[in-house]
């Protein structure tokens, strides 16, 4: 840009258009990556879930298991 008359020239048009360009591919990318991560978190949450119900039966089936056995030594 011309600091004097504060005119444009085709250059920094180019540059401003170029500029404008890599934004929009920086805010796709960055779309993309946080649709890509949300999805992740979503499977992530889901697996814990899981894993959580998972160790729950785990936990009653030893609970369970000490009981009958705590049962067994009282009965002999």
């Keep these: 840009?011309?600091?004097e008359s504060k005119t444009y020239t085709e250059t920094d048009l180019q540059q401003?258009?170029?500029q404008i360009d890599e934004?929009?591919?920086a805010?796709?990318?960055l779309k993309q990556?946080?649709?890509s991560l949300r999805h992740q978190q979503d499977q992530l949450m889901m697996?814990?879930?899981q894993l959580v119900e998972k160790t729950e039966l785990a936990r009653n089936r030893v609970e369970a298991m000490i009981?009958?056995?705590?049962?067994l030594e009282?009965?002999?």
Excluded: C, F, Q, Y
């Design 1 to 3: 840009m011309d600091s």
């Design 16 to 18: 401003l258009e170029n």
């Design 23 to 25: 934004l929009i591919d």
């Design 27 to 29: 805010v796709a990318r």
């Design 33 to 35: 990556e946080n649709s």
């Design 47 to 49: 697996e814990k879930s």
């Design 67 to 71: 009981t009958r056995l705590r049962s």
């Design 74 to 76: 009282l009965n002999t």
